[in-house]
Each structure stands twice: as structure tokens, then as C-alpha cells.
């Protein structure tokens, strides 16, 4: 499922537990993309938070692991603890990218049951009257 905010475009996958997209991990990532948007005036184009919550509206009760960046943020629901990061983004580079990727199988021993991708939107540059008339 996508949709867009003013601000961000939100990408998420089916959970394979439930089938649905899921509220939960949805609600999650408007607040973490509200937060960063809130800390972006004191803050570096550096800054990244990485953890991870427990989604308590989720049916089955799942562990989200996120990292948050100014212009990019990821959650990865129903991931093992131990599961490499670099990893995980692999595999949603793999997921969300229009480039053509392949990983080896078994790489992720767990994968995600669910993931959702945040990207920041650019402003639109103001464009000048007589570019229009001129084209």
C-alpha cells in the first residue's frame, strides 16, 4: 500500500500473518515521520535513531524494529533481535527499489513479516512565470 502526506510518501507491505495491511505499524510511522520532521531544525542531515517498539494495537502482537533518518525511515515488523541491520535494508532495498536486485536465499534467516518505508518528500521549487510563457 502507498500513500502520501504533504511531507512523506509511505510504502508498506501485506503482513503475512494477518494478511491486511496493518494500523499499527501505519500509525508508528506518522508519529516517528512527525518526530523527525520536528527535530529536523536542530539536527544534522546525519541524524538517525535506531530501535525498536512494540506495536500494541498489532493483533499478534508484534516487535518493530525502525531506523529513522531525515529523509528516510524503515520499520521491519516480526524480525529476530539478532537480525543484521545492513541486512534488513538489503532486503527492503530490494523490496521498495525500482532497481532490478537479487539476495541468496536464506540470507535472513527470519525475514519481515511486515515493512514499511517512509521517504520525505522534496519541496517543489516555485516556478517563474515567464518559464511558462517561454515554453
Known sequence: MIWKTRTHEYTATVCQRTGKTCPALARMA?????????AHPVATSEFEIEGSSELTHCPEGCTARFRAQPD???VFCGTDAAANTKQLDDYADMIFGT????MPSGIIATPP???????A???R?????AVHISA
Request: a negative charge; hydrophobic letters at 50%; one cysteine or more.
Open 30 to 38: 506518522r508519529a516517528m515521520a512527525q518526530a523527525m520532521a520536528e
Open 72 to 74: 528516510q525511515m524503515r
Open 113 to 119: 513479516c511486515a515493512m514499511l518505508e517512509v521517504l
Open 125 to 129: 521549487e516555485p516556478v517563474q512565470m
Open 99 to 102: 532497481d532490478i536486485q537479487t
Open 121 to 123: 518528500l522534496k519541496p
